[in-house]
Each structure stands twice: as C-alpha cells, then as structure tokens.
C-alpha cells in the first residue's frame, strides 16, 4: 500500500512539473510591475477602505465551446493573472489575520486540478500566485466564501458593478459564485443602480461654486439615462434655480449615500488615473505590439493586388501578427474596400473581391502580452492612387498632422480633434464637397483620439495631456455612394490612424514605421511580397 501511495505522489509531482514546464514567453510584465501597480491603487483609495477586484467571465460561444478567455485588462494590470474564476481584495490599511500575520491583499486564485489541466492547461494554483505573481497571501477561490472579512467595519468598499454576463458552472468557485458570496456578504441590494450612485457621489463631491456646471453635465446624463429622470433628486439638482436649492439637495444626497457603505464610482477614477500614463515596462510591450501592427500594414501594402477578399486581406495582417507572436487582434479587424470602407466599425469583411479602383481602409491592431496597438493605414487596391482619391487622401493626411502637432503636454483633449477638424472642413469647402463649415460633420462624424494600452480604448481621465500618455490620432472622411455631392468622389473613405505618445518633448508617433503619405504607400506597394509565390489549389 505505501509502495502505491508513494507511486502515485511521484505522478502527481511529475505531472505538476510537467505543467510548470511548459514553455512560454519570458517577456511579460514582471511581478514587480503588477505589486508597483497595487501598492499605487493603495495610496489612491479612501481610509479604512476594502476594493474587490473579480476575474473576467469566461464566455460562450455556442454549445459547449467557449470564446477564447480574455483576462479584465484591470485585473491583469493589478495582478498579471490570466485566468478566470478569481478575485482580488485589496486594504487600504494591513489587517491581522488569526495567527497575528499582517497583509494587505488577497489573490483568491482557481484551485489545481490534475484532471481538468491535462484537457485545458496548467493552472497557476496558490503557489504559482505566490512565486511567479509575488503574492505573498494566495488562497483557493473556494476559501473566499468563509473568508474572515467583515465588509461591514468599512467604511467604503469599493468594487466595479457587475455586468451580469456570467453563468453558474460546475463547482463552488467559479465567478458566479464568487460574485454571489460577496453580494450576501457585503449587503448588496438587490436594486442597486451603479450608475445613479455615481451621478449622487459626483453631487456629493460637488464644491456649491461649480453646481450650476455639475448640474449641465448631470442634465447631459438624464438625457441619455431616461430611467434615472424620474429620480427626483438628480433631476431636481438640475433643474434648481439657485445654489441654496442645489445645496439642499446636495445634503439630502448625501445622507442616501449614507444609507451603505456600497462604491462603484471611485475605483474607475482611480483605475483611470493610474492607466492613463504608461510605466517604462509597459511602453516596451505596447511599442512591440504598435511596430508588429505597422509591420503587418507594410506586408498588405507588398502583398495587395486587385481581386484580393477583404478575409484574405485580414488573414494577411494577422498572419504577420501570430508570426511575432502576439496572442490576438486587440478588437475586431477592420478591412474595408470601396464604399465599405464608410462603414465606421465595418468588421464582416466579407467582400469577395475588391475593384481595382477601390481604396481599401484597414484598421487593425495586434496585443501583445495584453497591450493592444490600434493603427489606420487606407491604400490603392490598384497600387496607384486616382487623382480624386489623392486629393481626398492628401486632406486626411494634413488633418492628422495637424492633431499630432496638437498633442503635447498640457493640452486639452480635445486638442488634436478640433485641429484636424479645421483642416478636414477648409478641404472639404475648398473642394465644393460642403458649402457649409457645420456639414463637414456629414463626412467626418468622429472624434479623432482615444487613449491606448490594455484597452484599444483605454481608460483615461480627459483631462489635458500629461507626458508619458498614449494616444491615438485618426481623422477620416467617408464618402458614401450616394452623397449629396459631385458622383466623382462617392466610395472614397479615407482614415489614417496613428499611435502618438506625448512626451515632454513633443509627440512621438509610434507607429511611423507603416508608411503614411500617399508617394510612401505607392512606393512600397510596387515592392516584391513573399507571398507573390503562395498559390493555394483552387476549390470548388
């Protein structure tokens, strides 16, 4: 019998091994990072506060397959954890656990399991939490419903509301479970409203001096949550006369917060302000996915002839990308040709070919190790632009110029947007296409920068630029057939997107490498590909 038992914890550690052993990259973000990251949400959040962190769903597909799993770029960032069903507890002050040990935070992780690992991967388990995250308190998830935390001696407890996307599975610690054990246990109503609480805090938090601006934006929030109208404090707040009638109801507001001790507002700030700049460690991995990205342009650009498919377009791209060995596209491909191209978020590429006379606007981006480029490049099916389609093109490219020169320490947001918007109405007037500086919105209806990183559009503050941010810089003009304008320009979409980081020393465009005037992208596209020999046998 010994001899058996002894055969068996010898499989056991072979098989954990085995797992541990599986090769990987070595470049993610070190521990220190994901600890560095932690200890800052630590700083930012209120006395005698506890933040709950939770895992990203795993989502169907259809049937029993499941989409690939996508960690929560927020609890990536804090923990550098990949796998579903766990939760993050972070303290403001340490606690005392019942042996007199002190901690800060607890990483409740997916329990090891031989069986579902040789069908599915290794799991880290409690000890990969604590050697390779650097947790020094990792615990099984199943431990997180009898953990000792009393929500109650809070003051606030801070954690993201949930998007109820998430199915019960097998066992008692996937993330249904997680969430419900916290729900019971930190007094959760069930008629909680995430979003109102947010609008109550920002009354709350409101200096008497500037409610009549707070009131304007609340006013912009009623109008687009039409259940939050019939709410009589907030639409009183707006709809108050003077600042003692504001206060008023500012006090009122005040004492519903106090009714418990529930945040969904506060982690966004913080989480906002802690991703909106990027660390050394993180530029390393979002420069690699922005020149893998631009690379990827540059291949289409060699590679493109006429009759190519918008599929076989984006195979390309992302061909190159699993070829540098990112993981996935950081959101759906975009590949447009001819009049699909004004199709903004266009992502069924499906056209069987595209016309030699098509330009074809694609808008792609690789993630690597979690960050996620997001770059624009729209050239000739044929290799030669047409004169009106450069004429086009040449507005677009000045335009961008413009909102790159923009995007420097200090200013506002808005910055680069409203200078691109200048030049885009000037060519568009210039060209007879608008006789209207309002109508130029009809051909270019979007704003032009989000921020970039773990988020295509990552999370930020607005607020004016600060160094070290990234950025994207992207006007467009878009043409559709027919347009109340000369039928010459109908099918003409052109956006140029570019990944801009904002350094004390002006802006940097990241992805400069993928060629951006229209003499560039002619140039290159007259180059030999290696895919000029791939022939593939014809099906039927």
């Not at 609480?197 to 934006?217: G, P």
């Not at 266009?346 to 993630?367: F, H, Q, R, S, W």
């Not at 270019?444 to 630029?465: A, C, E, I, N, Q």
Request: aromatic share 10%.
């Amino acid at each position: 019998m010994k001899k058996i038992i002894f055969l068996l914890i010898n499989i056991l550690g072979l098989f954990n091994i085995a797992l541990f052993g599986q090769e990987e990259p070595t470049d993610f973000l070190p521990a220190d990072f994901h600890k560095e990251r932690r200890d800052a949400v630590r700083d930012m959040m209120p006395a005698n506060s506890v933040a709950v962190f939770f895992a990203n769903a795993q989502r169907n597909r259809a049937n029993d397959v499941d989409y690939i799993y996508h960690q929560d770029p927020d609890f990536y960032y804090l923990t550098g954890y990949k796998e579903p069903n766990a939760v993050l507890v972070i303290f403001s002050e340490n606690q005392k656990g019942s042996k007199g040990n002190t901690y800060n935070e607890i990483l409740y992780v997916q329990e090891r399991d031989p069986k579902a690992e040789q069908w599915n991967g290794k799991r880290l388990g409690v000890e990969g939490a604590k050697n390779k995250l650097g947790f020094e308190m990792a615990l099984n998830g199943k431990e997180f419903q009898d953990a000792p935390i009393d929500y109650s001696s809070f003051d606030t407890v801070l954690f993201f509301d949930f998007k109820n996307d998430y199915r019960d599975a097998q066992g008692k610690a996937d993330l249904f479970d997680l969430i419900k054990t916290f729900k019971e246990k930190a007094n959760y109503p069930s008629n909680y409203d995430a979003t109102k609480q947010r609008l109550y805090s920002m009354v709350k938090s409101t200096d008497i001096q500037n409610s009549a601006n707070v009131a304007q934006t609340l006013g912009r929030y009623l109008n687009y949550y039409e259940d939050l109208k019939e709410d009589a404090l907030l639409t009183g707040f707006v709809n108050a006369d003077d600042d003692k009638v504001r206060d008023e109801i500012k006090q009122k507001v005040t004492m519903e917060l106090q009714g418990n001790n529930l945040n969904s507002a506060a982690l966004s700030e913080i989480m906002n302000t802690l991703r909106e700049t990027k660390t050394q460690e993180e530029m390393v991995l979002l420069k690699k996915a922005i020149e893998i990205s631009s690379v990827g342009q540059i291949e289409v650009m060699k590679a493109m002839h006429p009759h190519m498919s918008e599929t076989e377009i984006q195979g390309v791209h992302e061909f190159v990308y699993k070829k540098y060995g990112a993981e996935y596209e950081g959101y759906p491909s975009i590949v447009g040709g001819g009049n699909n191209g004004c199709i903004l978020h266009y992502i069924e590429n499906n056209k069987p070919e595209v016309g030699n006379d098509d330009l074809v606007l694609m808008d792609l981006g690789a993630e690597y190790h979690g960050y996620t480029a997001d770059v624009t490049r729209t050239i000739p099916a044929s290799g030669k632009f047409t004169a009106e389609q450069k004429q086009i093109y040449d507005i677009v490219y000045n335009a961008q110029e413009a909102g790159i020169k923009a995007s420097v320490v200090g200013a506002p947001f808005q910055a680069p947007g409203q200078a691109a918007s200048k030049v885009v109405t000037e060519g568009l007037m210039k060209l007879g296409i608008i006789e209207k500086e309002e109508d130029a919105k009809i051909y270019f209806p979007h704003g032009t920068s989000h921020y970039l990183g773990l988020d295509v559009h990552d999370r930020g503050t607005y607020k004016p630029f600060q160094e070290n941010t990234v950025i994207t810089v992207e006007p467009g003009i878009y043409i559709p057939e027919g347009s109340d304008c000369d039928e010459k320009w109908w099918g003409i979409a052109v956006r140029i997107e570019d990944d801009i980081l904002i350094t004390k020393d002006g802006p940097v465009n990241l992805s400069a490498l993928a060629p951006r005037t229209t003499e560039a992208i002619e140039a290159t596209m007259a180059k030999a590909s290696p895919l000029d020999e791939f022939k593939l046998p014809q099906l039927d």
